[in-house]
Every structure is written in C-alpha cells, then in structure tokens.
C-alpha cells in the first residue's frame, strides 16, 4: 500500500490558516483521497487534556516545551502514523514547526533542545507540505476574535509574536523544499487559488 502524505499549517495566532484547513481536506476528498484532519496540541485524548493545560496555565518555558511534545508523540502513535500507514492524507493545525517558532522564537527556549526533542519524538517522518500562513502582526492582532476569551498565547505581546513570525520565516527559508509560505493579507479566494494550485501539485 502506497503511504499516505502528510500536509501541515503553520501560522502566529491571527494568521487565517485554521480557516483554509477544511477547504483542503475537501479539495483532497473531490480527488478521491482518504483524509484525516486533525490538530497540536490535541489530536487524541490525551492530547486534548494537555491542550488544555497548555493553552491556559503558566509554566516554565521548558515544561511547556516538554507537554508539547508529549502530547505530539501520542498524537503521532494513535492517529498520525497509522493514518499515513493506512494510505490516508493528514492534515495537521500545527505540527513541530510550532513548538520551533512559539517555544524557540517567543519564549526564547535554545534551539538545540527543540532539536533533540525532535529527534526524539519523530527522527524520520517530517511533513510532506507545510503552508505557511504570514501576515504582518497587525493584521493577525485585529483578526483574533475579540468576542471569545483569549487563551495564554493569543494574550501575548507584539515583540513575542514578531519573534514567533521571524522564527517561522527562518524556519521557512531552512527546510525551503516542504515550506510554501503564502501572503495570508490577500482576499480569501485569492488565498484559496493559491492554496489550490500548491496542494494539487503535491
């Protein structure tokens, strides 16, 4: 059996991405594939209960960055791995490229451990498409949503936010063959074209 492709969203809080996710999986489906749509921290139950923890209480920068990737290696056991075994297409809100930019570029946690972790955790499998979602920081700012509580990330300040989007970007340019970064500032079926014309080459 042919594996299955793995395709992530990335983005700083505001960024749209979460908004793109079932247009793709849709697009996917119209072509006959198999998808699993899932999202980190989360993705399994107990994945869920660290979201949670995650999202809301304080910690230190290094147990956050620990809870992150515990919560990943379950979700990568229990749904991500036999998702791609089966031949199914997954489609993640977040991945590890997350925890490179909120917990190495916000919360200025040294690269190595991130680096470690991810070796770890998952040394070979990496995402087969990342869509990076970029828009500057006063853009995402206005469209978080100000009628529902923010949770502890969405609450912080622009300096971490900038550091979050300089480190994606980084990130972006470092592993360039998987990263396609797209101007999230443009109308939305604008974004969708090009969302469309990436993930259908894939």
Known sequence: MTLGKFIT???IDGAGKSTHIAFVADLLKERGKSVVMTREPGGTPLGEKLRELLLHEKMHLETEALL???ARREHLAQVIEPALARGDWVISDRFTD???AYQGGGRKLDFDKLEALEKWVHPKLQPDLTLLFDVPLDVA???LDATRALDKFEQEKADFFAATRDAYLRRAAQYSQRFRVIDST???EAVRDVVRGIVCDL
């Open 9 to 11: 969203f990335e983005g």
């Open 68 to 70: 992150m990737f515990a």
């Open 98 to 100: 997350a925890s490179f």
């Open 141 to 143: 700012r206005a469209r």
């Open 186 to 188: 443009m109308p939305m």
